[in-house]
Nanobody
Framework: VQLQASGGGVVQPGGSLRLFCAAS????????MAWFRQAPGKDREFVAT????????RYADSVKGRFIISRDNAKNMVFLQMDILNHEDTAVYYC???????????????????WGQGTQVTVSS
């Protein structure tokens, strides 16, 4: 299993970024995927998750209405569109795969067994 996150960078407050996660080594369309993030000095936290077919999504309250998670099962990709970014969004963003196939699960980190390497997002004026 490999997850490769990309798309991070430096953006001004109020700006937008789109993160990408390329998956390989498993049947992508069978697994729930998620984005987590870790800010400096803080624990890693849940951001968003999407079910295997893309029909159900969940978001952390802090990003609801600003971020959108989506996926393309034909290309084995998951995306995170981030709009109206603010300083509190500065973090390393990780994509993750659910440990079990066809699992609705929860948003707890322990349910995600495989992780990408992370991509840095910095919101700075």
């Amino acid at each position: 299993v490999q997850l490769q996150a990309s798309g991070g960078g430096v953006v001004q407050p109020g700006g937008s970024l789109r993160l990408f996660c390329a998956a390989s080594g498993f049947t992508f369309s069978n697994y729930r995927m998620a984005w987590f993030r870790q800010a400096p000095g803080k624990d890693r936290e849940f951001v968003a998750t999407i079910t295997w077919g893309g029909d159900t999504t969940r978001y952390a309250d802090s990003v609801k209405g600003r971020f959108i998670i989506s996926r393309d099962n034909a290309k084995n990709m998951v995306f995170l569109q981030m709009d109206i970014l603010n300083h509190e969004d500065t973090a390393v963003y990780y994509c993750a795969r659910d440990s079990r196939s066809f699992s609705m699960g929860t948003t707890f980190e322990r349910e995600f067994k495989y992780w990408g390497q992370g991509t840095q997002v910095t919101v700075s004026s």
